[in-house]
C-alpha cells in the first residue's frame, strides 16, 4: 500500500539551466499572480461555489437563490457582492428585481474545467 500524503524528492541535485531559463522567461508578472491567487480565494469558499453552479443552470434573482441555497437573502447578496467584485457574476435589473448571471463564458469554462477535475479525476 502507498503513501499518497508522501511527496517525492529527487535522489541527487541536479539544475537543469535550459527548462529553467524556458520557465523563467515566461514567468508573470506579480500582479498578475496576485489577481490569480484571489480568483481563487474566491472560489474557494463553498456557499459562493453553489451559488456559481445555480447560475451555471440559470439567470435567477436574488431571492431565487436564497430559496435554492435555503439562505437568507441578506446572506446571499453579501456572497453575491463578493463574486461581483471578483467579476465572476454580473446582474440586471427588471423593475424591483435583480436578476443574477455568470460574468461570460470564461466563468462557464473555469466551472466546468474543475467539476470535470473532481468528478472524472
Known amino acids: 500500500m502507498s503513501d499518497d ?14 527548462l529553467i531559463d524556458c520557465v523563467k522567461k515566461t ?21 459562493r ?6 447560475l451555471f443552470k ?3 434573482c436574488v ?6 441555497l435555503n439562505m437568507s437573502q441578506s446572506a446571499i ?11 465572476l457574476v454580473k446582474f440586471r435589473r427588471a423593475g424591483k428585481l435583480v436578476y443574477y448571471s455568470l460574468d461570460d463564458e470564461h466563468i462557464n469554462q473555469l466551472f466546468n474545467a474543475g467539476l470535470e477535475h473532481v468528478v472524472i479525476g
Open 49 to 54: 461555489i453553489k451559488i456559481i453552479y445555480a
Open 77 to 87: 447578496s453579501h456572497q453575491l457582492r463578493i463574486l461581483k467584485s471578483a467579476r
Open 5 to 18: 500524503s508522501k511527496i517525492e524528492v529527487c535522489d541527487c541535485y541536479e539544475v537543469h539551466d535550459k
Open 27 to 47: 514567468m508573470l508578472d506579480e500582479d498578475t499572480f496576485v489577481k490569480l491567487s484571489s480568483l481563487f480565494k474566491v472560489l474557494g469558499d463553498y456557499t
Open 58 to 60: 440559470t439567470e435567477l
Open 63 to 68: 431571492c431565487d437563490i436564497a430559496e435554492v
